[in-house]
């Protein structure tokens, strides 16, 4: 939970000063105004265009978000198919992984174009209508169970 509040503050942050610092008119047409924004900054003149360091950053929080990732799809899929070890399945997920990287985003235009037709429903679909499909299927499950209590919507949403 905190972890959320000071990830969107953050985002928040890094959003207004790109308006604030290039113009709302200029962060729109780049698709990383935070890259530009590190180019921009000049304390004295010892610290200057700190795009590396942002590109380092990005480099350092991509490797970590993509290790948890392919590591949960993998425990997950081990699960499913009653592996003993995950271990036997870590080459062919991430190959499957990767090559679907490839087919996704084959260049950046098509990205942009996917972007902007496809996502809003289909993260419509993955994070509205599938944990409420979850959620009701949970309550149902408990209830013919016996158990008399049922799990609130909001401890739902607060644990996930």
């Keep these: 939970m905190l972890s959320n ?3 969107g503050f953050m985002l928040v942050l890094i959003i207004m000063l790109s308006i604030l610092v290039l113009n709302p008119k200029i962060t729109v047409l780049y698709n990383y105004p935070s890259f530009i924004l590190g180019r921009q900054i000049n304390i004295g003149d ?4 700190m795009e590396a360091v942002v590109a380092i950053i990005w480099f350092l929080t991509i490797f970590v978000k993509l290790t ?7 425990t997950d899929l ?22 679907g990287a490839l087919i996704v985003y084959p260049n950046n235009a098509y990205m942009q174009k ?3 037709d496809t996502w809003i429903p289909y993260s419509l679909l993955l994070g ?17 169970e016996g158990r ?13």
């Design 5 to 7: 509040l000071i990830g």
């Design 46 to 49: 010892f610290f200057q265009r």
């Design 68 to 74: 948890m990732y392919c590591f949960s799809a993998i």
């Design 78 to 99: 081990a699960q499913l198919l009653k592996l003993r070890s995950y271990r036997s399945i870590i080459v062919p997920t991430s190959v499957l992984i990767a090559t």
């Design 114 to 116: 996917w972007d902007t």
């Design 128 to 144: 509205i209508l599938y944990p409420l499909l979850l959620y009701v299927i949970g309550s149902i499950r408990k209830n013919r």
């Design 148 to 160: 008399k209590s049922s799990p609130s919507l909001f401890l739902f949403f607060l644990s996930s």
